[in-house]
């Protein structure tokens, strides 16, 4: 919700040009509500309110605005001092910003970036989007091996502030390679052996990622470990950057986000969804559910087969919905479960055969459960269920199709995983959809074989 609290307030100095006002305002609170009261102004209005703070404020307040009103920003506002807002913003925040940017702005902007920035900027934007180098920061502190802790913290004292974080400070040797860590913690406790080398006192065992590594994985290894930042490397073990515990959290907030939108059902919004044009979130929505159209035109389909025995057993289609909603419920559970256990990394490819075990023991187990249920149900509903064997007919498909959708819930994310996709394609409604058709088939199969 946009806070509009302060919004006649600043525009009222704007109009009045009250710097000082203008200024205390940049300044007064912490740059993410500065950058929350601001929200309801235009791209115009809210570059004029940062004019008046200092850049590195004016960096800290623009990195909390919202994605597509940067762009606006950067789209609409003077080149020159885009480029310097541009300069001055973390590595890996400048590429994010610049990427939703049109092509002609973003080139005129880079134009005029300093080329050491420029360099980085365009290096950064050749990793493919969801890998380990598309997330990374170059601002890093990389040490010389053979440096003593006097010339580390000498070094800290004259640029600390251009590096994403002082805590870990990196050791490579002189081509750049990755040697080892020296953490912020264990440099101050060194200060009483100033003449101490580096390479003797570093830690050598790291985890570390290749650049091309898949972001969801780097965000498993920085969970695993408990890291506050994770080198990235080259195939020579050069040190490239580091992807810090800030930007993990935006990556796993992003993966969540997206398996949302697939067990939906919904291809991933790019933006927000009030920030999403209407016929964009249509085909979203809608290419899916044509999809699943037509696999509900198979359960028709289905249906349209077993006609004569609907006509002669009536009470059949009375416990259809029950049927069908059951195996559906089961596979999405089941489904749910594996995916998240994927996602989790508690679930390893190699282990298919025990959770497809696992997964037929409780469906043996919820569909005797269901099918107690059922027996009892039945009777009172539909009098001539009463009597046996149309008594079985609901217990055992109820067994039959339970076992089935656990069946199929839980093995075709695994197979999805191992094709390389998504197993959150895989989403829960085509699982409904799967175990639907199968209901019905197994359900008028039961019937015809026990009540013929």
């Given at each position: ?8 307030e ?5 109009e009045?040009h ?32 940062l ?7 004016r960096?800290?307040?623009f990195a ?9 920003v ?8 885009m480029?310097e ?23 005129e902007?880079?134009?005029l ?18 890998t ?34 002082i ?32 390479g ?13 590594e ?29 992807i ?7 990556v796993?907030?992003d ?62 289609v ?8 059951c ?61 046996l ?28 995983h ?35």
């Amino acid at each position: 919700m946009v806070n509009t609290l302060f919004l006649p307030e600043l525009r009222e100095m704007l109009e009045a040009h009250d710097t000082q006002g203008l200024s205390e305002f940049c300044s007064a609170i912490h740059p993410a509500g500065t950058a929350e009261f601001m929200a309801g102004l235009t791209a115009a209005e809210a570059w004029q309110v940062l004019l008046h703070a200092d850049l590195a404020t004016r960096v800290e307040i623009f990195a909390y605005f919202e994605h597509p009103f940067q762009v606006e920003v950067l789209h609409s506002q003077d080149r020159r001092q885009m480029a310097e807002l541009i300069s001055a913003i973390s590595s890996d925040d400048r590429v994010d910003m610049l990427r939703g940017v049109e092509a002609d702005a973003a080139a005129e902007i880079l134009s005029l970036v300093p080329s050491k920035e420029r360099r980085d900027i365009l290096r950064l934007q050749a990793y493919p989007e969801g890998t380990a180098g598309a997330v990374m920061t170059t601002d890093v502190a990389c040490l010389s091996e053979s440096w003593t802790v006097k010339q580390a913290l000498d070094r800290l004292l004259e640029r600390g502030e251009e590096f994403e974080t002082i805590y870990y400070l990196y050791i490579v040797d002189d081509l750049q390679r990755l040697r080892g860590l020296v953490s912020a913690r264990k440099l101050v406790s060194c200060i009483g052996k100033p003449q101490a080398r580096l390479g003797d006192i570093m830690e050598t065992e790291l985890v570390t990622v290749d650049a091309d590594e898949d972001q969801e994985e780097v965000a498993r290894l920085v969970a695993r470990y408990d890291l506050l930042a994770i080198p990235v490397v080259d195939d020579q073990h050069r040190m490239l950057g580091i992807i810090t515990y800030d930007d993990i959290i935006d990556v796993l907030q992003d993966e969540a986000t997206e398996d949302a939108y697939r067990s939906a059902a919904v291809a991933p919004l790019k933006h927000g969804y009030l920030d999403t044009p209407l016929l964009t979130l249509s085909w979203k929505r809608g290419i899916w559910l044509c999809i699943l159209f037509f696999a509900s035109a198979v359960t028709a389909i289905a249906l349209c087969r077993y006609e004569e025995q609907i006509a002669q057993w009536q009470w059949l289609v009375f416990f259809l919905p029950l049927i069908t909603s059951c195996g559906g419920n089961s596979g999405n559970q089941a489904a749910t479960l594996v995916i998240t256990g994927l996602a989790r990394d508690d679930i390893q490819l190699a282990q298919w055969w025990l959770v497809v075990r696992r997964e037929l023991v409780v469906g043996a187990i919820l569909g005797l459960v269901l099918g107690i249920c059922g027996i009892t149900l039945a009777p009172l509903l539909r009098p001539e269920v009463l009597g046996l064997p149309e008594a079985l007919v609901i217990p055992i498909t109820l067994v039959s199709v339970v076992m089935c959708g656990t069946l199929l819930g839980s093995t075709l994310p695994l197979v999805f995983h191992r094709l390389g996709l998504d197993p959150a394609l895989m989403s829960n409604p085509f699982v409904a959809g799967l175990v639907d058709i199968l209901g019905i088939l197994i359900y008028m199969n039961v019937a015809g074989w026990l009540l013929s």
